[in-house]
């Protein structure tokens, strides 16, 4: 087959798919904004498209986020309009529709098959939009009509899909039913073979110094240090747990920026707001064993996660990370947030620890328990990575079923163009 990928950070989601499907004799060809030259990655041929428009100054602020993907889109059309140009017609497209890229490709190529990555349908109930009071915006039900106006992109694109494909079944559930009958759930995978327990593992910290298993290392992870993933209720939560564990090593992984909801005061980021909030609480012996570590490389994230004894894991009703199930992989025993996400991953007393996302307190004691409990701890760890490898493993499970995913969908019937 000729398959096209869609995604604006090409290879994301598709890292593991996208090979593997040139590896068994397909035409992959990727469009994406991640290059400035036309370039070959692992057999799929990986073309760059630009945007020239800027975003209007005059749109109406609910609507920006929709004429941000509108812009997406168009650059994305004008540069299927080339490839078609230069002969070549997809049987299959799969992309990710989260920004808009894909809205138009039905209009270039009417017959071929489009699979789209399902990753949120965004709800304005209390379960999403309502969730922490803390940061409740100043007119909630203006607040709910922008959020329902986001989705204005998931409208457009639901005649345009043929199939879906969804990572968990909390995410896949956010979708309304005549979406949700269309999406298939099918995680990304977890290289298990990579991420596993290494009792020998060494990580250096950036004072010189080094922790391996014999030290009491507790780790955080988000991709950037912010609300919707729990850092404000973790560093609430620093000040006793220093306290109580005195030979505690904390190892903090996330950057500075804002990857989800509401962005900080102007000049200021979340990481920092919080470290003057609970500052003054922390003896400086005891700061000292507080690492932020920023972002760091894929292997010193894998000997992070192989070095901790407790991992510390909270999120919003939100998409579920893949550092969870890494550090699960790993046999890192988790304390978690009981959300919606988690209940896919943690069975409470089996293999891990759920507690309430507002509760710091519950979540020091679960944490010292853990710590305190070698058996518990131990056990924990490797019903984690046993849910993993059973559920989530990338070669045995989730690229098979995946493959699967992508035949069923050049099976189908392509969609009409509607106007």
């Known amino acids: 087959m000729k398959i096209l990928f869609i995604h604006q950070n090409f290879p994301g989601q598709y890292k593991h798919l996208a090979p593997a499907l040139a590896a068994a004799g397909h035409q992959c060809v990727a469009l994406t904004l991640r290059v400035k030259e036309p370039t070959t990655w692992q057999g799929v041929r990986v073309l760059p498209y630009s945007i020239q428009r800027k975003q209007g100054g005059g749109t109406h602020p609910w609507l920006l986020d929709f004429d941000t993907k509108v812009i997406r889109g168009e650059a994305c059309f004008n540069a299927a309009l080339k490839l078609r140009e230069a002969g070549f017609q997809p049987d299959v497209i799969i992309g990710h529709h989260g920004w808009g890229e894909t809205m138009f490709l039905r209009d270039v190529w009417p017959t071929a098959r489009i699979g789209l990555y399902c990753e949120l349908y965004h709800r304005s109930d209390d379960q999403h939009l309502g969730f922490d009071p803390e940061f409740q915006p100043k007119v909630p039900v203006a607040e709910s009509l922008r959020i329902r106006l986001k989705n204005i992109n998931n409208m457009v694109h639901f005649p345009v899909a043929d199939a879906g494909i969804s990572p968990t079944y909390f995410q896949a559930d956010t979708f309304p039913e005549e979406w949700r009958r269309k999406i298939d759930v099918i995680h990304d995978g977890i290289d298990t073979t990579a991420m596993t327990a290494n009792p020998d593992v060494r990580f250096a910290l950036p004072d010189g110094s080094e922790v391996t298993r014999q030290d009491e290392v507790i780790t ?28 505690a090593q904390v190892l903090i992984v996330g950057g500075d920026e804002v990857s989800y909801g509401a962005r900080p005061p102007k000049g200021q980021t979340w990481k920092q707001i919080f470290i003057d909030e609970v500052r003054g609480q922390i003896p400086t012996a005891n700061w000292n064993r507080v690492h932020f570590l920023g972002k760091i490389p894929y292997d010193q994230f894998t000997r992070l996660l192989q070095v901790s004894r407790v991992h510390l894991y909270l999120t919003y009703p939100f998409v579920l990370s893949w550092s969870l199930f890494e550090a699960m992989s790993a046999e890192a025993a988790i304390v978690a947030s009981d959300t919606g996400p988690l209940k896919e991953a943690i069975r409470h007393g089996e293999n891990g620890l759920l507690v309430d996302f ?62």
Not at 362 to 384: H, I, P
Not at 390 to 416: F, G, I, K, M
């Open 220 to 247: 955080f992870v988000n991709r950037n240090l912010e609300p919707y993933r729990g850092y404000h209720i973790f560093m609430r939560a620093l000040p006793r747990l220093l306290k109580e564990r005195p030979n």
């Open 358 to 419: 507002f509760d710091g307190d519950a979540l020091v004691s679960e944490c010292c328990r853990l710590l305190e409990d070698v058996d518990m701890r131990r056990a924990f760890g490797q019903a984690a990575r046993q849910h993993i490898v059973q559920n989530y493993d990338l070669q045995t499970h989730c690229l098979p079923r995946q493959l699967e995913w992508v035949n069923h969908l050049a099976s189908l019937t392509p969609q009409p163009v509607k106007d």
